[in-house]
């Protein structure tokens, strides 16, 4: 059974960059799945972030897509996700979560964790 | 891409049925039959529900169900319990690879 683990530092500066790195275990991160990034705002919705393929193609949500960038590390079963020029506006939890195993939807999440943008 | 639109709250009381709607466009729910479902308990990872509009994962009970008509899609509870109560997501699959996300939907059981 495939688990997904965020990890990373939960506080970042203003303009500076956030690095997340979400650990697969329980199967190859090598297989016919997107690994994905979605955030969630303190107490508002889901917003999906961008993903990437085991060949390391990418695919980005449009009105981030000039400040992300998500890689993989297959030696380690890992991804990551690294969001340029943060601001505020940016803190919320981060997930990450595989896609395409059943249809073209988000299954199993991690846990999340919590980044905050802040001085 | 714009957020698909959900309403912000509904309610029921136990043993009834609810529909939770999530309205799109013919770009996005209107394009594949690629919609799914998740729910998620406060302080808790969203958990998947229902995928390619009617289908339930493994272990997830009957009483969730799903359907589409057109530009929009919604997800029905019967038999409502006090463990339904949380917020519910619904995600399109867009040509060109991207995925949209709706507002959400806060079930209060009464």
């Known amino acids: 059974q495939v688990q997904l683990q965020e990890s990373g530092p939960g506080l970042v500066q203003p303009s500076g960059t956030l690095s997340l790195t979400c650990t697969v275990s329980g199967g190859s991160i090598s297989n016919n799945n997107w690994w994905s990034w979605v955030r969630q705002p303190p107490g508002k919705g889901l917003e999906w972030i961008g993903e990437i393929y085991f060949t390391e193609r990418t695919n980005y949500n449009t009105s981030l897509r000039s400040r992300v960038t998500v890689s993989l590390d297959t030696s380690k079963n890992q991804f990551s996700l690294n969001l340029y020029s943060v601001t505020a506006a940016d803190t919320a939890i981060y997930y990450c979560?595989?896609?395409?195993?059943?249809?073209?939807?988000?299954?199993?999440w991690g846990q999340g964790t919590l980044v905050t943008v802040s001085s | 891409q714009s957020a698909l639109t959900q309403p912000a709250s509904v309610s029921g009381s136990p043993g009834q049925s609810i529909t939770i709607s999530c309205t799109g466009t013919s770009s996005d729910i209107g394009s594949y039959d690629l919609v799914s479902w998740y729910q998620q308990h406060p302080g808790k990872a969203p958990k998947l529900m229902i995928y390619e509009v009617s289908q339930r994962p493994s272990g997830i009970s009957n009483r969730f169900s799903g359907s589409k008509s057109g530009s929009a899609a919604s997800l029905t509870i019967s038999g409502l319990r006090a463990e339904d109560e949380a917020d519910y997501y619904c995600c399109s699959y867009v040509p060109g690879d991207i995925l949209v996300l709706g507002g959400g939907t806060k079930l209060t059981v009464l």
């Open positions: 979560a595989r896609r395409g195993r059943l249809g073209e939807s988000f299954d199993p």
